[in-house]
């Protein structure tokens, strides 16, 4: 982005307050009362935008997002909708000078779906995936890579979670989500919306070419059955959270072999689907399935 260029035609004044909002927050003044006693103060707040989104020349939808990182948001979505397979797809993405467009022209043609289902949540994303046949659509597979971890390194993982939260650090009221190998982060995605974070992880990697063999996401967001699914199209193979998956997501990360835990804290966790991940010593294989045969 030509910041020279967007200068040229809306003016320093706009110019600025683009920028800003580019952030994903905003400065306001706001007054805390202690009894009956008013204190004025000033804080960041974090942005809830409307931003559409033009496929080709054509409209599709309109995000409820963080107006940050939008052209990665645009290509992470059109890929975990099955649009588009890669960035080669992609002949330009741009988001226009006002910021509440992301202009996405691709290199074949696209049909707009018919139907846009919202997705579960307080700031739900749209997806034209049917829920009715999410579970037998075996169009794709996630890739199992091998990936193991003791419970120290979820731990770990939770700590690396909080360290990347830069956004939510300024103004609190957004979640985060990170793609991992275990050690290294690669991508990191903030936005108001749970199911946004993802998808701008998604668009990070196609646009930035990166591909770790190994690939493990945590997030502070619910684990819906949406939420399933693009971590699937990520092809991570542990997919942690803070907070709960739903018995749709669970139905789906073990058919598609993942493992899922929730409720993860740096010395407490609980693990849904395939524990042998974390479970990877062969007393801890047994005990698992002692537990589970009689339970």
């Known amino acids: 982005m030509k910041f020279y260029t967007i200068r040229r035609y809306i003016g ?13 927050n905003q400065t306001i003044q706001y007054y805390v009362f202690d009894g009956d006693r008013p204190i004025k103060k000033d804080a960041e707040i974090i942005i809830e935008a409307p931003v559409s989104l033009t496929v080709n020349g054509e409209v599709w939808l309109t995000f409820m997002c963080t107006p940050a990182d939008l052209e990665a948001l645009a290509v992470g979505f059109l890929f975990n909708e099955g649009i588009i397979r890669s960035f080669d797809d992609v002949v330009q993405a741009r988001v226009c000078a006002h910021g509440d467009n992301v202009d996405v022209w691709l290199n074949h043609s696209a049909e707009k779906p018919e139907k846009w289902r ?41 700590e690396t979670l909080f360290e990347s939260q830069e956004l939510y650090r300024r103004s609190g009221g957004v979640h985060t989500s990170i793609l991992t190998d275990g050690y290294k982060v690669y991508a990191v995605g903030e936005d108001i919306g749970r199911h946004n974070t993802l998808d701008k992880i998604a668009g990070r990697c196609l ?74 010593d062969v007393i801890g294989v047994q005990a698992y399935s002692e537990v589970k045969e009689t339970g």
């Open 12 to 24: 320093i004044a706009i110019l600025e307050k683009w920028i800003s909002e580019m952030n994903g």
């Open 118 to 158: 919202r997705t579960s949540g307080c700031t739900g994303g749209l997806t034209s995936v049917d829920s009715e046949r999410i579970l037998p659509d075996q169009s794709f597979q996630p890739s199992l890579n091998g990936v193991t971890l003791s419970p120290q390194q979820v731990g770990a993982l939770i």
């Open 207 to 280: 646009m930035e070419n990166i591909h770790p063999p190994r690939r493990v996401l945590i997030t502070t967001g619910r684990i819906s059955s949406e939420m399933l699914q693009k971590s699937a199209r990520l092809g991570a193979s542990i997919v942690i959270s803070r907070t709960s998956p739903s018995s749709l997501s669970i139905q789906m990360a073990e058919r598609w072999g993942i493992t899922l835990i929730g409720y993860a804290r740096r010395n407490r966790f609980n693990v849904y689907t395939h524990p042998r991940r974390i479970l990877h």
